[in-house]
Nanobody
Framework: QWQLVESGGGSVQPGGSLGLSCVVSGFSLDSYVVGWFRQTPGKEREGVSAIGNLGISTNYADSVKGRFTIARDDAKNAVYLQMNSQKPKDTDIYFC????????????????????WGQGTQVPVSE
């Protein structure tokens, strides 16, 4: 049975850094685009970043460019999101998911193109 588990969330002050992990079990991630998304309850899920097969291509939302970095380690079946220079508006629940289409090159951030979400990890950014 597959499972995506996000971890690494926690309180951080503005300007601080935090690293999130997404570890997958039950199937191999290596042929899938994987994305990070965030959501405030009651609002639409927002794409944050995505990474293609072998990490060759990445994509970032304008709101996080230059501050967040996505990476993957297929040997560990994991994808990471390093978040630097955090802002209060980064406060959200962060989720990872994999693209619905195997061997896709689409690193777009439309949530509708991603399947099988984890439970999320909370990242509150405040003084």
């Amino acid at each position: 049975q597959w499972q995506l588990v996000e971890s690494g969330g926690g309180s951080v002050q503005p300007g601080g850094s935090l690293g999130l992990s997404c570890v997958v079990s039950g199937f191999s991630l290596d042929s899938y685009v994987v994305g990070w998304f965030r959501q405030t309850p009651g609002k639409e899920r927002e794409g944050v970043s995505a990474i293609g097969n072998l990490g060759i291509s990445t994509n970032y939302a304008d709101s996080v460019k230059g501050r967040f970095t996505i990476a993957r380690d297929d040997a560990k079946n994991a994808v990471y999101l390093q978040m630097n220079s955090q802002k209060p508006k980064d406060t959200d629940i962060y989720f990872c998911a994999y693209h619905y289409k195997n061997n896709s090159f689409d690193t777009g951030l439309a949530a509708r193109n991603y399947d099988d979400w984890g439970q999320g990890t909370q990242v509150p950014v405040s003084e």
